[in-house]
Every structure is written in C-alpha cells, then in structure tokens.
Nanobody, 123 residues
C-alpha cells in the first residue's frame, strides 16, 4: 500500500506562485510513476503533470506547460509541483497520484491517491 499526503495549497492572486508537495509512505517513490491531477467543480478529473521514476522524463497538460514544473526528490520520498503565473482557471483541488506502470494521463490508470489540497486563484 502507498499513502500520499499533499500540502502547500492555498489562496493566491492571479500571477502568483504556489508549490505543492506530495509525501509518500509505504513504498519508495522511486518505484512509482507520480502525477498531479486536478478537478474543478462539475468537471472531470484532469491531468496536470507527471514524472518518471528517475525524474528524467516529465509530462504536462497543454494548459500548464511553461508555467508548472513537476519534480521529485526520491531521497525524501516527495514529489513537488511548482506553479507559477497562476490564473483563476487553475482553481481546483489538486491530487497527487501514483502507479506502478508507465506514464499515463488517464486518472483511471492510477492506483494510489492523496486526499487533495485546495488551490484558489483570485482575479
């Protein structure tokens, strides 16, 4: 089993930045593909970014490319999402997810989920 705990969400003005963290326990992060998703009210859960086990490959949704950066510190069993130039459309709870397989942008392919951390961007 893997437990994921997100932190770092909050309220920020448009143009601001936030850094989300996802701390894993129960299994080393280095054996897992890690990703971030978000789900605005009334919408389906949306892929944001993913990172390979070694951190050598990263993947981004077009809507966040150039503004968000995913990274990982396997020694700390933690994954990060640096979010810059935030816009109101980024408002949503953000979820950390993990899977033992290869990269996938489909949330149904992820086995482990955190409880989410709320990000609110005011205009």
């Amino acid at each position: 089993q893997v437990q994921l705990v997100e932190s770092g969400g909050g309220l920020v003005q448009a143009g601001g930045s936030l850094r989300l963290s996802c701390a894993a326990s129960g299994r080393t992060v280095s054996s897992l593909m890690m990703a971030w998703f978000r789900q605005a009210p009334g919408k389906e859960r949306e892929f944001v970014a993913a990172i390979s086990r070694s951190g050598g490959s990263t993947y981004y949704a077009d809507s966040v490319k150039g503004r968000f950066t995913i990274s990982r510190d396997n020694a700390k069993n933690t994954v990060y999402l640096q979010m810059n130039s935030l816009i109101p459309e980024d408002t949503a709870p953000y979820y950390c997810a993990a899977r033992g397989g290869f990269y996938s942008p489909q949330y149904l392919n992820y086995d482990y989920w955190g409880q989410g951390t709320q990000v609110t961007v005011s205009s």
